[in-house]
């Protein structure tokens, strides 16, 4: 399944914004918020929301190179614009060779 | 001609305590709801474990078949890798989804590995490991959550895990940290029982459960306070009021039993299970620590040595052997404190590893040497199975090589120690194989006490109770001497046309979730809290 980064972006920014209402946030989600400095998120909560993200788009996101790379890169946060392009690129090379 | 039919699990119950808080009055509806119907021992699985056991009685197929062995699984049999198992890991259909694909409506509560939740004609609300602000992504249909939201008193961060809260509970369990973990899950029964409650009463389905765990995480944490065995001839006051806190809790949940089967109605069968049962375990072996001391094991410089702090008390201890341990000398390790399983390393994938044709001879080797360990004149593993023993089936090549029983019924710790073995400063409470049944409504004989079923078992019961016929590849058999004659004589049971074994319902990818330290921290705090982590 392939989709346009601004569609990739509209169903994060259309989830996140879905279940922090669930939480009470009230700050705006946009590309530049950061999930776990902004949003609170723990890591199982990482974890669950790449599995929704695949549940979605129906094919398999290696998570896990996003999250070790953060790791290795000490950055201190993963931004949902970061989440969005690494999305967008594994449903792009799934589109044209059907394996990522 | 079927029942409504109605399964609650008590994670972690065990006769052990129930029967003991019958007798005292605490939980006197569970008496007459016993006296009145059939119980008896419930034997779980290898390892009597919450993911493997709870998908056995869901599929009424043992963990070789349908695949689920732990908390997570090895990305593929030749990985070192792990990840969290998912229900599309789950090789065999759920009664969930053999009901709905029969054309029964179904209610499924609080289970574990319910997540991504299945697609069945029903509400599905998962249990586990499921984050409190994520519910919503696990609920399905997929308004369910909104309409649950709308209830009074909804609580979402209570009802599922909030790992701050589970954090805070286990972080130095201090005196009030004990009393605050016992109310939580007073109140997230509480939580789950008005969710079943509503369900019940606008769309009662022909198959409903629930699953109340707060059973099983009391007792991990509480074991010396409920056990009278444990507790002492002179308790302390705060002893006093940590053991009438657990008291409550299972008065309370007395009450919400009583509630569910009020509102089930008489035509309805109902089934109380759990999981695995519950007994003190004393010691901690240290198995990752023995496995170094005999030769199969190698840490990367100081990893697995250090003695402080939290490191040592396991945080992000499991999984870190894919980058702690020294792979060209490492043939053994265990990489999770919840299985009990030891994974060989087999030549090929990289590193040192066993060859093909030495497996045989170098498992035997590590098998005996470990029944031979002993301490105080006696050995610490009371009994060790293979993976063929322990995990007959398609899927068994996912399982541990080894898995151990240890004897004082503890888990293994991961974590490094200077010593393998080393007494617990305190008693907790750890699993054992021997769960609860408990049997009520028309097609159950009243009055019967029982010999030990197996947990494989009960499945056949609720189909059968359900009015389908019994799926061949079922593994345990219908407990016709829990039934009650007349009720069999009128309804034979029958038995499910031999055909293609139907198949989960799965998407076509599987997602291939491996963890981050950082995950590995969250995780490991879960499973200290269960008590599966020093």
Known sequence: MSATYDQVMSDVLGLLDQLSDDWEYSGEITAETGLLTDLGFESLELVVLGVSIQEHYGEQIPFEEMLSDIGKRKLPDIYIGDLVEFIHKHLERAAVGGSI | ?534
Not at chain 2, 239 to 264: P, S, T
Not at chain 2, 349 to 365: M, S, T
Not at chain 2, 467 to 477: K, M, S, V
Not at chain 2, 498 to 510: I, L, M, N
Request: aromatic share 8%; glycine share 10%.
């Open chain 2, 1 to 534: 001609m079927r029942n409504r039919t109605v399964l609650i699990g008590l994670d972690g119950a065990t006769f052990t305590i129930l029967d003991g808080l019958m007798a005292e009055g605490v939980m006197p509806f569970l008496k007459q709801f016993t006296s009145g119907g059939a119980r008896a021992d419930l034997r779980s699985v290898i390892p009597p474990l919450t993911p493997p056991a709870w998908t056995s009685l869901m599929t009424g197929r043992s963990p070789g078949h349908h695949g689920v062995f732990d908390f997570f699984r090895l990305t593929s049999p030749d990985s070192r890798q792990i990840r969290l198992t998912t229900s599309h890991d789950i090789q065999c259909e759920t009664i969930w989804s053999l009901a709905s694909r029969e054309g029964l409506r179904v209610t499924t509560l609080n289970f574990p590995l319910m997540f991504p939740p299945p697609h069945i004609d029903g509400y599905v609300v998962p249990g586990g490991w499921m984050p409190w602000r994520q519910l919503r992504l696990g609920c399905y249909p997929p308004d369910l959550y909104d309409r649950l939201k709308a209830l009074p008193g909804f609580n979402a961060r209570e009802l599922a895990m909030d790992p701050g809260l589970e954090e805070k509970a286990i972080e130095g369990c201090s005196q009030e940290e004990y009393a605050d973990w016992i109310e939580l899950h007073i109140r997230r029964e509480q939580h789950w029982f008005e969710i079943l409650r509503h369900l019940m009463q606008i769309d009662p389905c022909e198959l409903t459960a629930v699953l109340f765990d707060g059973v099983d995480k009391l007792q991990h944490l509480c074991w010396r306070f409920l056990d009278p065995a444990c507790l002492g001839e002179s308790p302390s006051p705060w002893e006093l009021r940590i053991r009438n806190l657990c008291l409550d809790y299972f008065r309370q949940l007395d009450g919400i039993l009583a509630e569910i089967v009020g509102m089930a109605g008489p035509d309805a069968n109902v089934v109380i299970a759990s999981d695995h049962g519950f007994g003190p375990t004393t010691e901690i072996f240290h198995v990752n620590t023995w496995l170094e001391q005999n030769g199969y094991l190698a840490w990367v410089g100081d990893a697995g040595h250090g003695e402080n702090g939290s490191q040592q008390l396991g945080i992000g201890q499991f999984a870190r052997h894919v980058f702690e341990l020294d792979w060209e000398r490492t043939t053994a390790y265990v990489a999770t404190p919840s299985s009990n399983g030891i994974y060989i390393v087999r030549a090929g994938a990289g590193g040192a590893g066993v060859p093909d044709a030495e497996y045989g001879r170098f498992r035997q080797k590590l098998i005996d040497s470990l029944l031979a360990f002993k301490a105080d004149g006696a050995p610490v593993v009371s009994r060790v199975w293979t993976r063929e023993e322990a995990f007959a089936g398609p899927e068994g090549a996912l399982a541990p090589d080894i898995t151990l029983a240890l004897r004082d019924g503890g888990h293994l710790s991961v974590a490094g120690s200077s010593e393998a073995l080393v007494p617990r400063q305190e008693v907790k409470g750890s699993h054992r194989p021997e769960g609860v049944f408990i049997a009520g409504g028309p097609a159950v004989q009243a009055g019967a006490s029982l010999p030990q079923l197996s947990i494989l078992d009960v499945t056949p019961l609720l189909v059968y109770s359900l009015g389908l016929p019994i799926p061949q590849e079922f593994e345990g058999r219908l407990p016709e001497e829990a039934l009650d004659p007349s009720f069999l004589a009128a309804r034979p049971p029958a038995q499910a046309a031999p055909g293609e074994p139907p198949q989960p319902a799965a998407p076509e990818k599987k997602e291939e979730v491996v963890f981050s330290a950082e995950d590995e921290k969250i995780m490991a705090d879960r499973l200290r809290a269960l008590g599966y982590i020093e």
